[in-house]
């Protein structure tokens, strides 16, 4: 038998001669989910001896990861802004690109609407829904996906983060009409499928050939999903509400302008880390139509 440490060691070195950028933190993650421990006690236990079956299972994790799977798909969970998300092959990877859109909502809503009732549209694994809530305990969520795997993954992870008794999941059309007694909103978050169907083919094999084509088809110029959000759920929103969209790159100005030619008080945009804007935000008009600024 061999040690923990020996089953890390000889992932690290497969993981780094295949050329995976982060074969260190993916090493311990693949040996840790097959020992059935967490990274911090798999650190703890390095000089511990495994199992034989813990070692065919490491062999297993390392062949589908050089085979091109995500780590996400293998280990069934990752994180997002801090909270344990279950992930499966129905739902997109939650990405940190995504966590600019739930920081773009806390700035908006801190200290103002600290219990609003806030929509995540096109809500895949629940990521944006579980860290509002987690966020703000007082708000009142409702996430929608057209997609039945992918609402009960969401409903997983709502469970996961004991989130129960504030966030609802509702099957729904983000290009078609909203369901039935919805009800209004304070906020609409969405991360929506943005990219150009002509580029799927382009993605890089680990998304192209994983994650859910069609959770990221966003129609022949990638706008699709910001029309018909805007088209159909608009109405939804409360005089004063917010609309936040993430977007992709170059895609913020055309966005922006779809939001401000339906009548948004205005339009304005969060950055990412590397300086590209990420998330695209519409106020709606106020009675006194205030100025406003993100």
Known sequence: ???YNELYMDARTRLRQAGVEAFNLEARILVAQAAGKTTEEL???LNLY??????EAVCTNIRRR???EPVAYITGTWEFYGLPMVVTPDVLIPRMDTEV???AAKALLTGRKMDARILDLCCGSGCIACALAHEFPAAKLVAVDISASALEVCRRNIALNR?????LTLPGDALNTPPMSIGKFDMIVSNPPYIASREIMTLDPSVRDYEPIWALDGGKDGLKFYKGIIKYWKSLL???GYLLFEVGEDQAEAVKDMILSAGFLGADTAKDTLGVERVVIGKMSTQDNELWHY
């Open 43 to 45: 650190l703890k236990d």
């Open 50 to 55: 495994s199992s034989p079956a813990v070692e």
């Open 101 to 103: 859109l739930v920081d």
């Open 163 to 167: 989130l129960s008794s504030h966030v």
């Open 66 to 68: 050089l085979d091109g």
């Open 238 to 240: 409360r005089p004063g």
């Open 1 to 3: 038998m061999r040690t």
